[in-house]
């Protein structure tokens, strides 16, 4: 079935997976120092952008959705922390890591409907929002983690 043609459902699992896609893709061509290379004032490398991602799903569907406790799953207390590495983070880690809590994500949606409700500081919102919500996030920082690869790639020719 093509996306285009597809339930709602459907639509929006395969939009975040599209993105979730370009996240990944973000690692592709970087070997470690690169992925690593800080290029803008803020903690926003390659590495950590999909550091980053990886916590969004954890904290969206691990903890949100699942109701697994933040804590229990091992999430930093602020989101400039999910962008901070560690010494062993490499780019073969970091990606199964994503990788990793993708498909635990996938599972954890599959069990729930579009229409139920999940906590959000005090505020119920649906499934169909987290799904849309993260696919705003995920092309947001897809295009982040492209500008910062078209530096990295053309510092390499200089």
């Known amino acids: 079935m093509k996306i285009g043609q597809a339930d709602e459902r459907a639509l929006l699992e395969g939009m975040v997976d599209i993105q979730r ?13 690169e992925a690593r290379r ?12 999909v550091k980053h ?5 954890k904290v969206w569907f691990h903890a949100r959705v699942a109701g697994v ?8 207390d602020t989101v400039d ?38 906590d959000w500081h005090g505020n119920q919102v649906t ?8 696919i705003q996030e995920l092309a ?7 500008i910062l690869v078209e530096q990295l790639q053309a510092a390499r020719s200089d």
Do not use: N, W
Request: aromatic share 6%.
């Open 38 to 49: 800080k290029l803008v004032p803020s903690l926003t490398t390659p590495l950590g952008l």
């Open 69 to 76: 406790s933040r804590k229990e799953i091992g999430l930093p």
């Open 81 to 118: 922390e999910s962008f901070v590495l560690d010494a062993e983070d490499t780019v073969e880690s970091i990606r199964a890591a994503y990788q990793a809590a993708c498909d635990h994500s996938r599972k954890v949606a599959a069990t729930h409907e579009l229409d139920e409700e999940f």
């Open 127 to 134: 499934l169909r929002f987290i799904y849309v919500h993260m």
């Open 140 to 146: 947001r920082h897809a295009g982040h983690g492209d």
């Open 21 to 33: 896609d370009q996240i990944s893709g973000i690692l592709e061509d970087l070997d470690d120092e």
């Open 53 to 57: 991602a990886t916590f969004v799903e």
